[in-house]
């Protein structure tokens, strides 16, 4: 039976690092402060904000939560964007995606101050993430992928690890993070040829797709170590990741569960981002 990797150890362990530093804020006076914006109802956005909310309450951070209409045009959010980036009392921005089709997200990132994007979603940020230096944070899910594989004693370092997905959310920037790692990284898409070859090899297959029970026995080989960083909302609506978990657990060395693995660690991962910027710019 494989070992179940859950994300509530591991997020419990950084918020208790976070709270001394959040105390140290709350003594000069910052409360640190999120500003949550939303466009539409879609069902993934909606949950990821009652979980950030959760998760701020847990800590005491403030958070103000911004919603905007399902047919807003790019300006709107462009607008919205400027005016968070403006006020000092907000140190932290969660733009929640996907966003409708009619957005531009190039247009609406680029109003985003890097020094608030504690998702990682403008230019700047990810020119961070590549380069490794700059303004702007690393997205939080990858950064919760390492703290997962941290606590439990996984290491990257000569590890071979697939990755499902080519995101610039997931999968892009963990697969630098984990180079940097010393893993030997392989991205697979939808136009890769045998993705079972490419997941069986690896010695750590992470799955962000966003495609239900995409990863079945069929795709991976006994001992390896499963990552389940997807969400999608079903039928039964119930958030499901890529992993058919069930069918795995019997087969894998080990596997993050959906719900209860890696999303409990992005968003502490998120307030811990926030908990900088107050802390670099009070």
């Known amino acids: ?30 409360r640190p402060c999120l500003a949550i914006v939303r466009v539409g109802e879609e069902p993934v956005s909606l949950s990821y904000e009652r979980a950030m909310l959760r998760a701020c309450e847990k800590l005491g951070t403030a958070v103000r ?14 607008e919205t964007l400027r005016a968070i980036s403006a006020d000092r009392t907000v140190h932290g921005c969660l733009p929640l995606r ?45 950064e919760a992928v390492l703290e997962l594989l941290a606590y439990y004693g996984i290491s990257p ?20 993070l984990l180079t940097v790692r010393n893993a030997t990284v392989t991205i697979c898409h939808t136009h890769t040829r045998d993705l079972g070859a490419a997941c069986r090899e690896a010695d750590i297959l992470v ?11 069929e795709l991976i080989r006994p001992g390896q170590i499963i990552v389940d960083v997807a969400t999608s ?37 998120m307030i811990r981002h926030v908990v900088e910027a107050a802390e670099k710019h009070t």
């Open 1 to 30: 039976m494989s070992e179940i990797l859950y994300g509530g150890p591991v997020a419990e362990r950084l918020r208790a690092e976070l709270r001394e530093r959040i105390a140290a804020l709350r003594a000069r006076g910052v």
């Open 65 to 78: 939560c911004v919603q905007l209409p399902a047919d807003c045009g790019t300006e709107t959010l462009e």
């Open 98 to 142: 996907p966003l409708p089709p009619q957005i531009d997200e190039a247009r609406a990132w680029a109003a985003l101050s890097p020094e608030k994007d504690v998702d990682g979603v403008t230019d700047a940020s990810l020119r961070r993430v590549f380069v490794g230096r700059g303004p702007g944070f690393c997205p939080c899910t990858p």
């Open 157 to 176: 370092d000569g590890a071979r690890v697939s990755i499902i997905g080519r995101s610039l959310v997931v999968g892009r920037p963990l697969a630098l």
């Open 207 to 217: 799955a962000a797709a966003g495609d239900p029970s995409l990863v079945t026995a």
């Open 233 to 269: 909302v079903g039928a039964d609506g119930k958030l499901h990741g890529d992993a058919a978990f069930d069918e795995l657990l019997p087969i894998a060395g080990a596997i993050s569960p959906v719900p209860g693995g890696v999303g409990a660690i992005t968003t502490t991962v």
